[in-house]
C-alpha cells in the first residue's frame, strides 16, 4: 500500500525518507511542498528530479481532499462539500467580509456532545478527522478560489466539537501555524466548554484565540441547551476562563445563541454582564438559525438589539452576528453535510 506523504508526521517523514535511501533534509522539503505550497502531488514537487519523483510515486501520494459540491449563498458566503478518503464527508465554509475572508472548518464527522440547537448535534459522532483532514480544508479552498483571494482568518467552528478531538487538532494547529505560516492570532477554536481541554490547551498548542459557546446564563438554561454543562457547569467553566492565559490586550470570545423564549430576555443580557466580570470578553450575539429539524425560534430583531444594548451599557463589546449563507445551509448550527447536501455548517454562519 502506498504511503500518504500528507498523513506523516516531521518525524515519520525522517523515517520514511530514509527508506529510499534519501539525506534527512528531503524530510523537510516534502514538508514545505506539501503544506506551504500547498502540492497536490508527488509530480507538483518540482523541486525534485524527475527520477526522484517516479521513485516516490511507486511508494507514496499525497491524499486531497475531494470537492463533492460547492454552493455560493445570495450574499457571498460558499460552502464547500468535500469528500473523504473512506467515503466520509465534511463542510467548510468561506465568509467573506469587508477585510477579510475567514474560513470555517471542520474538526470531525458529526458531534458527539448533541446541543439541542445544532444541526451537527443531531448526527451524532461518526468520526474524528484527523489532523492533515483538518488542514486540507485550507489547503484545498485555497487552492479553489481566485488566485488573488488569500484566506485572512481561519475558525475552528465547522462541524465538531474540536476539544473532543483534542490531540489531532492541536497537531492541525501546528501545521497551520508552523508549516503553512498562518499567524495565531487570526486562529479561533471554539469550544462548547470540554474544561480539563481547555485547561490543557495553552500548554500543547500554539496560542491561538479561544471562543467559548456560552448561549445560557444560569445552568438550568445550559444544561437544558447543552449536556455538557452538566459535566462542567458555568462556574468551573467561566472560573477556567478566567484563568486562561492571554496576550496583552486579548480576549476570550464568547458566543451566545439567542433563542426566542429560552435565553433572549433582557435578565439573561444582565447575568451575562455578571458572569463575564473580570474576564477579558467579547460577546457574539448569534441570533438562531432556524431549520425544520429543530423546534426553536429566531428572536425579534427588537429583542436582540435590546439585549445586545444592555452589554454594551455595562461596558461589554458586543456584536451582533448576521447570519450569513442561510439560503443554503451554510450558517452556524446548519452544517450536516451529507451527500445529498441538506447541510449545517450554514446554520451557524452568521
Ligand atoms: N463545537 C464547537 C464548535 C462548533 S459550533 C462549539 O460548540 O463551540 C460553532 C458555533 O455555532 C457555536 O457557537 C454554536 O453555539 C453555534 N450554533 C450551533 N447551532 C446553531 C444554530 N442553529 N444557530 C446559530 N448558531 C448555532
Ligand atoms: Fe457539537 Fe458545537 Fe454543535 Fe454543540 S454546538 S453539538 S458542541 S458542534
Known amino acids: 500500500m502506498k504511503i500518504n506523504l500528507k498523513a506523516l508526521s516531521k518525524k515519520e517523514l525522517e523515517s ?149 478531538n483534542f490531540d489531532e487538532v492541536v497537531d492541525a494547529l501546528w501545521r497551520i501555524t508552523e508549516l503553512m505560516g498562518f499567524t495565531k492570532r487570526r486562529i479561533t477554536l471554539s469550544t462548547a466548554g470540554i474544561v480539563p481541554k481547555i485547561l490543557e490547551l495553552p500548554q500543547k498548542a500554539p496560542p491561538v484565540n479561544l471562543a467559548i459557546s456560552l448561549n445560557a446564563t444560569t445552568d438550568a438554561v445550559r444544561n437544558y441547551l447543552m449536556p455538557i454543562n452538566k459535566k462542567y457547569p458555568l462556574k468551573v467553566l467561566l472560573d477556567t476562563c478566567r484563568k486562561f492565559p492571554l496576550p496583552p490586550r486579548g480576549r476570550i470570545t464568547f458566543e451566545y445563541v439567542m433563542i426566542e423564549g429560552i435565553n433572549d430576555t433582557p435578565e439573561d443580557a444582565k447575568g451575562l454582564l455578571k458572569l463575564l466580570r473580570r474576564i477579558p470578553s467579547k460577546v457574539n450575539l448569534i441570533p438562531f438559525n432556524p431549520h425544520e429539524d429543530i423546534e426553536f425560534k429566531r428572536p425579534s430583531d427588537k429583542r436582540v438589539l435590546d439585549f445586545q444594548r444592555i452589554l454594551l451599557k455595562g461596558n461589554l463589546t458586543a456584536f451582533i452576528r448576521k447570519s450569513k449563507g442561510q439560503d443554503i445551509l451554510a450558517a452556524c448550527g446548519q452544517l450536516k453535510a451529507k451527500y445529498t447536501l441538506t447541510s449545517n455548517v450554514l446554520s451557524r454562519y452568521p
Not at 470537492?67 to 460552502?79: A, F, P, V
Not at 475567514?102 to 446541543?115: K, R, V
Not at 488566485?147 to 462541524?159: A, S
Request: proline share 3%; glycine share 8%; hydrophobic share 40%.
Open 16 to 164: 520514511f525518507v530514509k527508506g529510499p535511501g534519501l539525506p534527512q533534509y528531503r524530510a523537510k522539503q516534502l514538508l514545505h511542498w506539501i503544506y506551504g505550497k500547498k502540492a497536490e502531488s508527488v509530480d507538483e514537487i518540482t523541486e525534485l528530479s524527475k527520477e526522484l519523483r517516479a521513485k516516490l510515486s511507486e511508494i507514496s501520494y499525497i491524499s486531497n481532499l475531494n470537492l463533492l459540491n460547492r454552493q455560493t449563498s445570495r450574499d457571498g458566503t460558499e460552502k464547500f462539500l468535500f469528500g473523504l478518503e473512506d467515503g466520509e464527508s465534511i463542510e467548510s465554509v468561506l465568509i467573506p467580509d469587508v477585510n477579510r475572508l475567514t474560513l470555517c472548518i471542520s474538526s470531525q464527522i458529526g458531534c458527539a456532545l448533541g446541543c439541542r440547537f445544532c444541526l451537527t448535534g443531531k448526527l451524532g459522532l461518526k468520526r474524528n478527522l484527523k489532523s492533515h483532514e483538518i488542514v486540507d480544508q485550507i489547503i484545498a479552498v485555497s487552492r479553489l478560489i481566485e488566485p488573488e483571494r488569500k484566506i485572512t482568518n481561519i475558525v475552528l467552528m465547522g462541524m465538531g466539537e474540536p476539544l473532543a
